[in-house]
């Protein structure tokens, strides 16, 4: 018998069948042309984190058969190991043309509108409620192992009304991302830590300690000046190489990209993964402590390292042992230099990469510059001390991510479960700023009661403050999901929700006096200052770019203001995308790239006027989400 936990009595427990059709007919899409282009999305464009790359296109006669149907709007969950562990799935958004084709291995699920929303849903899924029992009903061998669609059909989901719904997926898109920008935070800081170890382990071994030692020309291209005192020599002068066997009941050792030389037997299935084994061990190389060992195959890529104990290695490894004194670690670290590895890469025989081998004769005649015993020993005791203090700052950030992923994975969970009063926190006074409806229309109010006097100001220039409020400001409670339309970013439900609200609240009476066609205009009635005190304390420190932006665009024409929004927003795409566009790109993308009306009312030079007019302002783009997205085929 299967046990439930409570739930409030406002919630309802429905089968997924219930709430959403799985796998829509492609019937719907058999009208349209053939050569139509649409999005196509195979496995590896679809993120563990919700994100899609919209990058390909195919004609939809080239993908109607053989490929998963959705269009705008739908759910998609991986199917697949290990891609279903790993939370692929996501929202179908921003589709060319609003439909897309992909993977066999997607299951999809289009929300019924009366019960449930893409957004609840999508957080459904990727729940530990829906992952961890999916996974007891994956079904087939090894990595062809499944989750059944009759699973997904008949799992049983709790379901509040939709505007709960709606309020539990905004307070789990703002805490998530609050968690995962402190998971970037924390992945960033161990990049640095890993660029600042090599680049301090690169300056040691190359250029020593005494940052005013004096210097000379190495004569070798790799290395370039080194100190002067430092002698320049071939490898074969400190090392020959060895190739005796040993006692075969010495450890087995193995050498890694990453590790070096381990100092254990392996156990057997490490063995069958990292190591060439023969049958007979009287073959393997015998290896000491200081030798140096390298991996014929991988030590263009850093597959070498320094013995420890004594053991047996591969046949097919290169033993080098020392002809006199000196630290072979600090040869190891020198020669683990990305000049270094792109040296042995040279010296590698082979047609591709793949087959790349180093052999010893040509691995001795590898050059290096080699300081003094003494300050061999001091530059290895100088570096294991600061790579443990780096180390161990990696660890601790790694432990971060761990403790946050485990924290977000336990809010979702109980966010979807009815276990946290989102709406009591979304509406409670410390947190009705954050709320979504209420900052939207506080946005809006303000700037109508700011512009609405001016002849210039209706629904399009209102549209373009919206965004630059979510963009520029910073006010990303806001949420938006903007579209590249004729006059610029627009997220029309948006709009249509602010609009409806503000009508609601007798706010402001909209005029249209020209009939359906005409230009939208806004008549401030009061002021909407929401529950949460005044519009300053909502918006803290951003109301300063916030009232920036209305002092610099609020007297120009409605052209301009489109003008300048589009490049910020072409501009700001770039960002996102980890691009550094020249003025050039981001003119071309708002003339090619965007709409085609753009074409009739700019030119080039207007908008390069503009790009200028917005950096002597300040008004230039940080790379902040939202990301603009394609006009779409389905409301």
């Known amino acids: 018998m299967i046990r439930h936990d409570p739930v409030a009595p406002h919630w309802s427990r429905k089968r997924l069948r219930v709430v959403a059709d799985l796998n829509p007919s492609k019937a719907e899409v058999a009208h349209i042309d053939r050569e139509m ?120 989901g709790v379901f509040p009304p939709l505007d709960e719904q709606m309020a539990i997926a905004a307070f789990l898109d703002r805490e998530t991302a609050k968690i995962d920008s402190l998971v970037e935070e924390q992945r960033r800081l161990i990049g640095l830590l890993k660029n600042k170890r090599q680049a301090v382990i690169s300056r040691a071994v190359t250029k020593g300690l005494n940052p005013n030692a004096k210097m000379k020309e190495s004569g070798i291209e790799w290395l370039g000046e080194v100190p002067d005192h430092w002698e320049v020599t071939r490898l074969a002068n400190i090392f020959s190489e060895s190739s005796a066997s040993g006692p075969v009941d010495l ?5 890694s990209i990453h590790d070096g030389v381990s ?67 600090f040869v190891e670290q020198l020669l683990r230099t990305s000049n270094a590895v792109e ?16 052999y010893w004769d040509e691995f001795k005649n590898i050059h290096i510059a080699l300081p003094p015993l003494e300050e061999q020993v001091e530059i290895d005791s100088s570096l294991k001390a600061f790579d443990e203090e780096a180390e161990h700052l990696i660890d601790v950030a790694g432990q971060s991510i761990g403790l946050l992923e485990e924290r977000r994975t336990a809010l ?41 006097h001016r002849q210039n100001f209706g629904r399009v220039k209102l549209q373009k403050f919206l965004y630059l409020a979510e963009t520029y400001a910073g006010v990303e409670e806001m949420a938006g999901r903007y579209d590249r339309e004729a006059a610029g970013p627009l997220d029309r439900a948006m709009l249509s929700e602010i609009e409806a609200r503000l009508h609601r609240a007798g706010t402001v009476a909209i005029e249209q006096p020209d009939g359906r066609g005409g230009q939208v205009t806004y008549k ?16 803290g420190d951003r109301k300063r770019k916030f009232d920036h932006l209305l002092n610099e665009l609020g007297d120009l024409d409605t052209k301009p203001v489109e003008a300048v929004t589009t490049l910020f927003a072409v501009w700001n795409d770039f960002l996102i995308d980890g691009q550094r566009p020249t003025d050039d790109a981001i003119v071309s993308d708002v003339l090619n790239d965007w709409h085609p009306e753009k074409r009739e009312k700019f030119t080039a030079d207007e908008l390069k006027t503009w790009l200028g007019w917005m950096r002597r302002r300040d008004i230039v783009p940080q790379g902040r989400n939202p990301r603009t997205s394609t006009g779409r085929l389905f409301p």
């Not at 401030?524 to 200052?529: F, G, Q, S, T, V």
């Open 251 to 255: 450890p087995i050792l193995s050498v």
């Open 524 to 539: 401030l009635l009061r002021y909407e200052n929401q529950d949460s005190g005044s519009f300053a304390a909502m918006l």
């Open 37 to 156: 282009e649409v999005s196509f999305i195979p496995m590896e464009a679809v993120g563990d984190d919700g994100t899609l790359d919209l990058e390909r296109t195919r004609p939809i006669g080239e993908v109607e058969s053989g490929y998963t149907y959705f269009r705008e709007g739908d759910v998609t969950v991986a199917k697949i190991t290990p891609c279903f562990e790993n939370g692929k799935g996501a929202i179908m958004r921003g589709l060319v043309g609003g439909i897309g084709f992909g993977t066999t291995e997607l299951t999809v699920l289009r929300p019924k509108p009366k019960e449930t929303t893409a957004e609840f849903l999508h957080w459904l899924l990727t729940s530990i409620q829906f992952r961890g029992t999916a996974e007891g009903a994956m079904y087939g061998a090894g990595g062809q192992k499944r989750v059944p669609d009759n699973f997904i059909r008949d799992f049983v």
């Open 263 to 329: 100092d254990r037997e392996l156990d057997d299935e490490e063995l069958d993964r990292k190591v060439t084994r023969s049958d007979d061990r009287s073959k393997y190389k015998l290896v000491h402590p200081g030798d140096l060992v390298y991996n014929m195959m991988r030590a263009w890529q850093g597959g070498f390292g320094t013995v420890r104990i004594a053991g047996l290695v591969s046949p097919a490894y290169v033993v080098a042992r020392p002809k006199s004194e000196f630290r072979t670690e």
């Open 412 to 452: 979702i969970s109980a966010a979807v479960a009815g276990k946290i009063d989102v709406t009591g926190i979304l509406n409670s006074p410390s947190a009705s700023s954050r709320n979504p409806d209420a900052i939207r229309s506080a946005v809006a109010s303000a700037v109508i009661m700011r512009l609405s």
């Open 343 to 358: 040296e042995m890469r040279r010296h590698s025989r082979g047609v591709t990469d793949f087959r790349l081998r180093l």
